[in-house]
């Protein structure tokens, strides 16, 4: 039972965390393929769910769609209307696809919040207990539930939500160890998870702040947490998940040179281009480029070509011809002095 593991599991898990735009089926399943043991969709407004089909968008329909490589996928749901949460719920149940829903209960957004979703929930625990109660009635599948710490430092809610989730049966918990207030910057409370974690019999996941592998092992242990899960930084380096359990083995990590990045790139940017029109496909590219060429020589000149290309096959022709280059040179190495600071500010949510 692929599903009732991600709840039991002895082992830590390494998750990809969901990402507004951009953990759509192309990019989860590049993070898949490097190991990653469990992913959610980006948020789905569960309004959005009640629309006709043909007034969707087509990110929309990449959120839902799944590789068979996606071994533990939630379905995260947004909104703060039990009855409408609960219909929502059902649909995504009915359509027999995800092995979990998640519920949202973290995004900051000013435009979220000022409608009563996401982590305004967390200023109102009893709103958020309907929420929880509703979405956990309208489905046979597990539940689960991410949210911050509380509001701000004053209003510190997420223990009595996390136990209400463990009396309801939900299956796991992901713990953004910051509150609404400090956004996606300052420091990341891990005492407050690790508090949390030895209060409750329910598996939770530490998320907030991991830069790289090593950062993720830390991470678990200065929480004890039943795994890790890792936004923003997946998006520089979604080997992250497979550089995690080498190191976990004792094993080296290697250098992911151009050969690999490039051979990413073209097969995320294939992927991208199965579920959107191409020229949008190809011109999202533009940011995965600029997040993981940098530190290979000359990315800037190939991140400022890629401005004007819109159809695959120039990205593919680019993308070829940058990596011969660097090769006739000798070239296919990353230079840690032209490697930007492994900071997360750089990745904003666009909302
Ligand atoms: C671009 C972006 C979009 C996000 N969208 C969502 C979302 O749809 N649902 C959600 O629960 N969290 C969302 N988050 C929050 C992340 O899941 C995560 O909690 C946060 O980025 C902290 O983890 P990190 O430091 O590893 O990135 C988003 C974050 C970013 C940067």
């Known amino acids: 039972m692929r599903a009732d593991k991600i709840g039991n599991a ?5 998750l990809l965390a969901p990402m507004d735009g951009m953990t759509r089926a192309s990019f989860r399943s590049v993070c898949f393929d490097y190991g990653a043991d469990g992913a959610t969709t980006e948020m789905i407004q569960s309004l959005a769910l009640g629309r006709a089909k043909k007034r969707m968008s087509d990110t929309f329909w990449e959120t839902l769609a799944r590789y068979p490589n996606e071994r533990n996928l939630a379905a995260q749901l947004i909104g703060s209307d039990p009855a409408m949460m609960a219909e929502a719920a059902r649909r995504l149940t009915a359509l027999e696809r995800f092995d979990a829903i998640d519920i949202n209960m973290g995004c900051p957004a000013r435009k979220v919040v000022g409608s009563g979703n996401g ?3 967390l200023k109102t625990p009893e709103q958020a207990l309907a929420v929880m109660a509703a979405v956990r009635r309208a489905t046979s599948l597990p539940v689960q539930l991410k949210l ?8 510190i809610t997420a223990p009595i939500l996390i136990r209400a989730a463990a009396e309801m049966g939900f299956r796991s918990v992901t713990l953004h160890g910051r509150t609404r207030s400090q956004m996606y910057a300052g420091p990341v409370d891990t005492r407050a998870i690790r508090a949390t974690c030895e209060s409750v019999r329910i598996p939770i996941y530490a998320n907030g702040g991991v830069t790289c592998a090593a950062d993720a092992l830390s991470f678990l242990r200065d929480t004890g947490a039943a795994g890790v899960a890792i936004g923003r930084a997946a998006l520089r ?7 995690i359990r080498r190191l976990r083995r004792g094993e080296p990590i290697p250098e992911r040179t151009a050969v690999e990045r490039v051979a990413l790139l073209k097969r995320l940017a294939k992927l991208a281009c199965g579920h959107r029109p191409e020229r949008v496909a190809v011109s999202e590219m533009r940011k995965f480029c600029g997040w993981m060429l940098p530190g290979l020589s000359d990315a800037e000149a190939v991140l400022s070509r890629l401005n004007s290309i819109v159809a695959l096959e120039d990205f593919n022709r680019l993308m070829d011809s940058y990596l011969e280059w660097l090769a006739r040179r000798d070239d296919l190495h990353i230079h840690s002095e032209l490697m930007p600071e492994p900071t997360l500010d750089t990745v904003r949510p666009h909302r």
């Open 10 to 14: 002895s082992e830590p898990l390494f």
């Open 237 to 243: 380096q979604p080997w992250i998940f497979d550089d």
């Open 148 to 155: 911050r710490l509380g509001w701000d430092a004053d209003s």
């Open 119 to 121: 982590s305004a929930l």
